[in-house]
């Protein structure tokens, strides 16, 4: 029986991955790895950086019980197949437009034909890691959102994300979907705090954590914050309630900043009729790894694979 499964995080300047031990369904700790990966580099550099990363997770454990590889892959992917589709208006990795993953890594780090590589939407592998050991675990239904870069999001209901049905949007996300005249992931992710402390203050700022920074002392910064929760309750509510569901987990680097936004969002929440308990992410990124490590778990296999086409 094969009881570890690398899970991999792909994010836009790093890989993150490590070993998960299935039978216990913990983090091999000693497996913990993180590389920076230049995602303008050529295709070449590019997996080279994420076979050393893989290669050191791998290490940590007996390589005869390694069931194989799960990456948590943003978008434009083909989960089904591994093949990239990433084009010049993501800004990145896109010189592994068209490649077949798994055709590339397997040989770099020597896998055997029974060690397989599978893939899952970054955001959907966050979900499905806090539906299984994290804050959605005592819970059927959840949604849980990534707030950074960019608005991730998924629906899972008994474990399972759900992609293809009429209580969720189309895709099981919702960062495509209007709200305020623009499409939602211009209005939950950095992009639209930077521009609306420069709007509100005339000033600039690198980013949410120097907002953050300022918020004691900076009215401008308060309002933001107390506007950013209004909208995203707003905005969340009627697909909580459609859902059905019984907790909303966030993570993503915003995320770090609940504390200021928190209230807002409750009461957006409730005012909506969506009152539902709101947790932010004890597991953090390594609730990707262990989502996307999930795929090796048969059971969860069977029921996922054939809604990879539909991501």
Not at 82 to 103: C, D, M, P, R, W
Not at 104 to 111: D, E, G, M, S, W
Not at 152 to 164: E, H, M, R, T, Y
Request: hydrophobic residues 45%; aromatic residues 10%.
């Amino acid at each position: 029986m094969k009881k570890f499964a690398i899970g991999a995080d792909i994010g836009g300047s790093h890989i993150s991955c490590a070993a998960i031990d299935l039978d216990k369904k913990t983090i091999v700790e000693s497996s913990i790895t993180t590389q920076a990966v230049d995602n303008q580099a050529s295709a070449k550099v590019i997996l080279d950086s994420w076979t050393a990363a893989l290669n050191r997770s791998i290490t940590a454990i007996e390589a005869h019980e390694l069931a194989g590889i799960g990456f948590a892959m943003p978008g434009p992917f083909n989960y089904a197949q591994g093949i990239a589709l990433f084009t010049h208006e993501v800004a990145k990795y896109q010189n592994l437009h068209g490649i077949n993953v798994s055709e590339r890594i397997k040989p770099l780090l020597h896998l055997k034909g029974e060690c397989d590589v599978r893939y899952l939407n970054d955001a959907t592998s966050f979900a499905v890691g806090e539906a299984w050991l994290g804050k959605a675990s005592g819970v059927r239904r959840s949604m849980s959102i990534t707030l950074g870069t960019g608005f991730g999001s998924a629906f899972v209901d008994d474990g399972i994300p759900v992609v293809a049905r009429e209580d969720v949007p189309e895709m099981g996300c919702v960062w495509y979907l209007p709200f305020q005249g623009k499409i939602a992931d211009e209005s939950f992710s950095t992009r639209w705090f930077i521009k609306q402390y420069t709007v509100k203050s005339g000033r600039q700022a690198a980013g949410v954590k120097e907002i953050a920074d300022n918020f004691a002392n900076d009215p401008v910064a308060r309002d933001i914050f107390i506007e950013f929760g209004t909208n995203l309750g707003t905005f969340l509510a009627p697909c909580l309630k459609k859902f059905d569901a019984e907790a909303l987990v966030i993570g993503g680097n915003i995320a770090a900043a609940y504390n200021l936004f928190g209230s807002s969002l409750g009461t957006s929440l409730a005012d909506h009729a969506a009152a539902i308990p709101v947790h932010v992410s004890d597991l953090k990124e390594n609730a990707a790894l262990i989502g996307s490590a999930r795929l090796f778990d048969e059971g969860f296999w069977r029921n996922v694979k054939p809604l990879l086409a539909s991501m």
